[in-house]
């Protein structure tokens, strides 16, 4: 039923594909062709495969710009935090300074387990 070997280009399956999808009869579409019906069915399956990739790929680009704002804020903020974590009492040679209770505020993590630390450790200094 096929023709042998026949080299089809994109544009010609495209308008055979079309054509049964505006509703054309596939067995006599597939004849006038010289194409079986499961070529036909194929070459259907495979044009609609590849516009549902096509409509996919919008949405995650979208997505992937979303992402990329997401991305930029967070290392702004980033940049936000690490600026107000420096420690305000440093002299401008970046010596260490410690508060009230002798702990170094320069900490780069400095939290408040890591004050904790810091103080069990300036008491274990002091009763030695």
Known sequence: MSSPQ???TLERKMEVVLELLRGGDAASISRSNGISQAQL???????LEAGKAAL???????????????????GRLT??????????????????RADKDGVSTNCHFF?????????LQ????KRR
């Open 6 to 8: 026949r080299k089809w």
């Open 41 to 47: 069915f194929d070459w259907r399956n495979r044009f």
């Open 56 to 74: 996919k790929v919008r949405r995650n680009q979208d997505h992937d710009k979303k992402i990329r704002h997401l991305e930029r804020l967070v």
């Open 79 to 96: 940049m936000e935090k690490e600026i107000l974590k420096k420690p305000s009492n440093s002299n401008a040679r970046g010596d260490q």
């Open 111 to 119: 939290s408040t387990r890591c004050k904790s630390i810091h103080l």
């Open 122 to 125: 300036a008491e274990s200094k």
